[in-house]
């Protein structure tokens, strides 16, 4: 097996995989920390910390780290979510020591200078406004508010210009003291790397993180008593979204949901793209999807329609939802598991894919899981397992449902679909 893991004496991980017939390396530093472990007043600031990253150390300003690693034909980028910020690069073999040890000082020596840190704010405030001309991520930032009302998981990652005005250099290196933690942490490579070679680099330059874990964020609580919310704005399109209780990373039933959500509104052959777009022609664009966090999980759906169908639309997504549940079959399934073990191989041909998932595996099961075993788990998933997953989806919460645009029909879609999902899932399973 070509991939191989150190823990450090600070608890950070290094894990690398070896891909012996290529000449570049993806590597990065991924830390168990996102938006969920901010507190109220620190609301956004783990998105701003990542853009900060960037903006200058004790030893390099922030052109001459650009320019390092694009003056060797790298690349050098960082993302933050809900429970990991990610700072990672791409490069020749060669370079890999180099990328490290930008890496290291982005992260050990961040600067913080006040120049930066104003203009950086001014990014991010441009940022918010570009996120607020976007409607699927509007009525996605109200669907989580419903769905985790009060709590930093259903706040958006990138805070607001008020949150942001109150940040300064010494809440950053305060935040990043407490939560990048060497348990918390993974260095992660794979490509055209050596494992003893990345673990000595490693060893020599992230020397200055706690060995003490960070602190924990609160439990999440997703909002079982569902709820509605029409936010009406002037649009040409009906933005509809539906969303209920999913399941965590480590939950036994993750795969046979995913199976379900696939089987729904996973490609052009889903349920509902055949049903909603290709019968009656009511959309562009509809999806289901599942993201499992630590401890809670996530199953949404979004669709865009004519305000005048937004009702016929959200009758037509509810009764395929229901229906579903006590008809699938044995094609399905099989195509659904087609897609997902085609999407995990094909991720694996590339170094950035690869090392991004070793990186995740460490974060959430402590250990790299091998293509070989998560297949096995996909091809494990059978009707039965699919059909139980789907039924405890819609019991174990109401849904939520979120409809931004203009029109009478966003407030009868709304109530339509939240009375009805509850009535038809309830019949279906008592």
Known sequence: MSVEVTKLPSGLTVVTDTMPHLETAALGVWTGVGGRDEKPNEHGISHLLEHMAFKGTATRTAREIAEEIEAVGGDLN???????????????????????????????????AAEELEREKSVIEQEIGAAQDTPDDVVFEHLNELCYPDQPMGRSLLGTPQ????????????????HYRGPDMVVAAAGAVEHEAVVTEVERRFTGFDAAPAPKPQAAKFGKGGGSRVVHRDLEQAHLTLALEGLSQTDRSLFPLQVFANILGGGMSSRLFQEVRE?????????????????????????????SDAPEMMEVVVDVISEAVETLTEAEIARAKAQMKAGLLMALESCSARAEQLARHMLVYGRPQSATELIARIDAVNIESTRDAARSLLKRSRPAVVALGSGRGLDRAVTFAEGLAQSKARALLH
């Open 163 to 178: 949150t942001l005005k109150r940040f300064n250099s010494e809440m950053l290196h305060g935040y990043l003291t407490t």
């Open 78 to 112: 960082a993302a933050t979510s809900v429970e990991t910020t990610a700072y990672y690069a791409r490069v020749m073999k060669a370079d890999v020591p180099l990328a490290l040890d930008v890496l290291s000082d982005i992260l050990s020596n961040p600067s913080f």
């Open 279 to 307: 019968k009656r022609g009511l959309c562009y664009s509809i999806y289901a999807f599942h993201a499992p966090y630590a401890d809670t999980g996530f199953f949404g759906l979004y669709t865009g329609t004519d305000p």
